[in-house]
């Protein structure tokens, strides 16, 4: 069974900085693609910014020249730096994979349990 947890967090001031972290576990031989999505109460999850396997990253346009989506350190992990962060930042982010490939099984997608940010003006 593969599990995705997210760490990083916190509340912080508006045009202050985080950094998010995820970490992918379980068996996993790859990861086609990791993302971070992020909600709000009573709006639809929406996609901030995705990297793939082969290192291609994408970003939605209220994210572009202020977060940056990076593989970690270590394998199976994925890191999103938040810079110059605003109110409208403020939400729960989401990590998630796909296309896994574990030694069991093929093609799962999994989800982090969320980690709340919080940017105050």
């Known amino acids: 069974q593969v599990q995705l947890v997210e760490s990083g967090g916190v509340s912080v001031q508006a045009g202050g900085s985080l950094r998010l972290s995820c970490a992918a576990s379980g068996s996993i031989l790859s990861i086609n693609a990791m993302r971070w999505y992020r909600q709000t109460p009573g709006k639809q999850r929406e996609l901030v910014a995705t990297?793939?396997?082969?290192?291609?990253?994408n970003y939605a346009e209220s994210a572009k020249g202020r977060f940056t989506i990076s593989r970690g350190n270590a394998k199976n992990t994925v890191d999103l730096q938040m810079n110059s962060l605003k109110p409208e930042d403020t939400a729960v982010y989401y990590c998630n994979a796909d296309g896994i490939l574990t030694t069991r099984y093929v093609g799962l997608n999994a989800w982090g349990q969320g980690t709340q940010v919080t940017v105050s003006s």
């Open positions: 990297i793939t396997r082969g290192g291609t990253t």
